[in-house]
């Protein structure tokens, strides 16, 4: 995106948001959004960490049937806590919350987001959620896996389920917060000639996140509240021997989560617009049908959430509809994937790591996708919900597709927000190791998610011994892949090269401010006077051979 | 059924590779034709984007709706019981599965079934959510607390098949599972005979039904005025303030449970609640006695 008027690139003495102020005040008490966007992704890596040690223990312990390493109660906590910190604490934050807070001001041409105190209040909201949690597994732990269903959570568990519930409870505060600061920044601060069709995808993707973030959170608090109710006071809500019914837990309980799906992957598919247009050289394929695909998933996803329950005992013809209507989902999403294909015709494509990572996730989101078919088809539903085949098939989603996006984009804006540059043949080392690793993971779960193996199981029958095996050496790799990118990033902090203001040589107003930015982000407000992705191929076609030459 | 839920999981996986083929042989065309430096024709395409959008988008909803299609019958057969079947009830508790048999013949974890006759279960749970899983048979069902639910299936091999629970239901959860042992008709009569109890279920039934007070007002002959239990299962029962709710097994349930939340037209709500003092096996053996009731003429019609 070309913009008139003199956004030159600032003195290089000018302070940038990272030299602005070097206390640890300066950075607890900032209202920048991008030092608030540095905070949230040192915390999530705290807390992916914890919850891959939990994944790790766990795939150790499944490599024998009756696995001698934890108790089963242990266990049990374990994937709780992989759950709970991996969902609330590392998925919903990642993209919206590290990049989004980072890239969405300087994409639209302003200063900050519209509320930047409300901003560094989300944070703080999520910080004592997140303690809460690590609180609540410090003092023993919680076993009811991250769904908490009723009435084992209300009336049976004996862990600490209130701690960790309040702790998420809180957490969905900040949430909803950067949810609402992130619709009105979109709707109140484009700079002139930004208009909405001249938005990046990314903004249009997280315009439909904030949706889902802010109208389905709510309900999140709610149920978790119920649940309380009835496990402080005994007030019969979901324990039908207190005279309430189970099942309207799973309602009030998946009319949030399965939009926090949809929050947990729209935003991936923003950075992989932004990474195949910049790329391939191309404008996006189909630009505003991309767009309108983001709303319509994050309007279709609050009407779904039954899919969740076809063997729940809820009536079959609840269950027909809502296996309709999520057929009718994955719509928008199958448009997305057309039409990043479609980008690369004629495209000048080339494979530095955000690139690798952006086609890893649609490989590894069409695979996701796809057996999302066969779940929303009833009648096999009802042989693989609660099997691995669902526990690969989100993590296919989540995994794949979610932290893949999260990978890409964090090595795409790197260079702005480091002002380094990382080391490209590890990089994309990294991402080939990562996608191998993953697949061997969580392919082999799908084969004994249909052979019968349950999933939440500690003991299993010793047929199904193979393919935990495969899933454990997948997951040893994946490890890899992930440790990689952690170690070669710090290095780069202080070894890697500087990055000019624009190293992709990519579109996009964020590219147009010196890396790192400086506080402000722009010396004068941006105009926007061209279509979004105003790549050329065959003027990038002239320059690489002259390279070559 | 088996079967037809394999042969849908086929068909899905098929138009899975469809899909993923139309997606990733093009991609990897234009990621080899078209990567950087390679000469290659760039000049921009003219096309109408929308007509290509309109394909794209028509297509595969068509192709989404078979599917629907296909997927909801099958279901809909999956879930609707065949009248006639050999019936056992099932009661999940923290970590076991405890099954008793029409016949009286009680089991834990464990389920003997004669090949090539239908069985129904109808089951429920004392405590937490389980799920009674049967991965050979491809059938799964929540088994939830103060809920009957049913689930049907008709073995033809003899062997034994697993039976796991599939909603996490707390410590044991991985080691609340068991056997379907399906068994030669023959052999299974022996089965059934070795051990049989004197009393079937319909038999226990009556004498709880004497034992606990029922028959006092709901047996002929006696003061206090309370409906006729004959001629009552699988009848609709018009309610005070009008409505008419079908007499199954959740309806006597919640009668013999909850007796103030449905009263029978014509009656007092004068009946005590049996929350505590039946335990949910004793209720499958009352239930199963009023619905040999069923079958014998009410008194009041023959009159």
Not at chain 1, 98 to 122: E, Q
Request: glycine share 8%.
């Amino acid at each position: 995106m070309n913009a008139t008027g003199p956004i030159k690139a600032m003195a290089e003495t000018e302070k940038n948001y990272l030299t602005a102020g070097h206390t640890l005040g300066s950075w607890l008490f900032t209202t920048d959004h991008k030092r608030i966007g540095i905070l949230y992704l040192l915390s999530i890596l705290l807390f992916f960490a914890v919850a891959a040690l939990a994944a790790a223990v766990m795939r150790i312990e499944l490599l024998s049937p009756h696995g001698h390493l934890v108790l089963n109660e242990t266990y049990n906590k374990l994937f709780t806590l992989h759950g709970v910190l991996m969902v609330w604490f590392f998925l919903i934050p990642s993209i919206p919350a590290v990049l989004g807070n980072f890239v969405i001001p300087m994409m639209l041409g302003a200063r900050d987001v519209a509320f930047p105190k409300l901003n560094l209040l989300s944070w703080y909201l999520f910080m004592v959620g997140g303690v809460l949690v690590l609180y609540s597994i410090l003092v023993g732990g919680v076993d009811t896996g991250w769904t908490f269903y009723t009435p084992f959570s209300s009336t049976y568990s004996n862990t600490h389920v209130i701690t960790m519930a309040t702790g998420i409870f809180i957490a969905g505060f900040g949430s909803i917060l950067t949810g609402l600061n992130f619709i009105i920044t979109i709707q109140k601060m484009r700079c002139p000639g930004m208009t909405w069709f001249r938005m990046p995808l990314f903004l249009w993707s997280l315009y439909a996140t904030s949706l889902i973030l802010v109208l389905a959170t709510p309900v999140l608090a709610i149920t978790l509240a119920l649940m309380a109710l009835e496990r402080i006071w005994g007030i019969g809500i979901f324990d039908p021997k207190l005279g309430g019914d189970p099942i309207l837990f799973q309602h009030l309980f998946w009319f949030y989560s399965h939009p926090a799906v949809y929050i947990m992957i729209l935003p991936g598919m923003g950075v992989v617009s932004e990474l195949i247009a910049c790329f391939a050289r191309k404008a996006i394929f189909g630009y505003e049908w991309v767009a309108l695909a983001s709303v319509a998933i994050a309007v279709l996803g609050f009407l779904v959430w039954g899919h969740h329950m076809f063997v729940s005992s809820q009536s079959i013809y609840a269950g027909m509809v809502f296996s309709l209507l999520s057929y009718i989902v994955a719509i928008p999403s199958a448009i997305k994937v057309f039409n990043w294909t479609a980008t690369l015709y004629k495209g000048s494509i080339s494979f530095e790591t955000p690139m690798l990572y952006a086609l890893g996730f649609i490989g590894l989101f069409t695979i996701g996708g796809l057996t999302g078919l066969f779940l929303a088809a009833l009648a096999v539903d009802v042989h693989v919900t609660d099997t691995y085949f669902v526990v690969a098939h989100f993590h296919y989603i989540m995994v794949g597709g979610m932290v893949m996006g999260f990978m890409g984009g964090l090595h795409y804006w790197w260079p702005k927000i480091s002002g380094r540059m990382y080391p490209e043949k590890l990089g994309q080392l990294a991402a080939f190791i990562t996608f191998i690793g993953f697949n061997l993971t969580f392919f082999p779960q799908f084969i004994m998610g249909y052979l019968g193996m349950p999933r939440r199981y500690h003991n299993y029958a010793p047929e199904f011994q193979i393919y935990h095996v495969l899933s454990t050496a997948g997951a040893s790799i994946l490890g890899v892949g992930y440790l990689l990118p952690v170690i070669y990033l710090l290095w780069s902090l202080r070894r890697g090269k500087k990055a000019p203001a624009n190293p992709w040589n990519a579109t996009g107003l964020e590219w147009q401010t010196p890396s790192p930015p400086p506080v402000r982000n722009f010396e004068t407000t941006p105009v926007v006077i061209t279509e979004p992705y105003d790549y050329s191929t065959e003027l990038d076609e002239k320059n690489a051979e002259v390279e070559n030459a | 059924m088996a079967g037809q839920v394999d042969l849908l999981y086929l068909g899905l996986t098929l138009i899975s590779v469809f899909y993923l083929a139309l997606i990733f042989v093009p991609m990897t065309f234009c990621l080899f034709k078209y990567r950087r430096g390679r000469p290659a024709d760039r000049t921009p395409i003219r096309l109408k984007t929308w007509k290509v959008e309109i394909i794209w988008t028509i297509i595969p909803a068509f192709m989404m709706l078979g599917l629907f299609g296909w997927a909801a019958d099958l279901y809909y057969q999956m879930e609707r019981p065949p009248a006639s079947a050999l019936e056992a009830t099932v009661v999940g508790k923290q970590w076991m599965w405890k099954i008793q048999h029409a016949e009286g013949n009680r089991e834990i974890n464990e389920l003997h079934v004669p090949a090539g006759r239908t069985i129904k279960l109808t089951m429920t749970s004392e405590d937490v959510i389980h799920s009674f899983y049967l991965p050979a048979f491809r059938l799964k069902q929540d088994v939830v607390p103060g809920r009957y639910v049913t689930e049907w299936f008709r073995p033809t091999k003899a062997g034994s098949y697993h039976i796991f629970c599939a909603e996490f239901c707390g410590a044991d959860h991985s080691m609340m599972g068991g056997n379907i042992i399906v068994m030669a008709p023959a052999d299974y009569q022996t089965w059934l005979n070795t051990g049989r109890p004197s009393d079937n279920l319909v038999a226990s039934g009556e004498r709880l039904f004497r034992e606990l007070g029922c028959s006092g007002c709901h047996a002929g002959g006696t003061i206090i005025r309370a409906p006729r239990l004959e001629g009552v299962y699988g009848k609709p029962v018009p309610l005070q303030g009008g409505q008419i709710v079908m007499a199954d097994d959740q309806y006597i349930r919640d009668s013999i449970l909850l007796p103030a939340s449905q009263i029978a037209a014509g009656y007092a709500n004068v009946m005590p609640s049996y929350q505590g003092r039946i335990s949910e096996e004793q209720l499958f053996q009352v239930i199963a006695y009023i619905k040999d009731l069923g079958d014998k003429q009410s008194p009041e019609e023959g009159k």
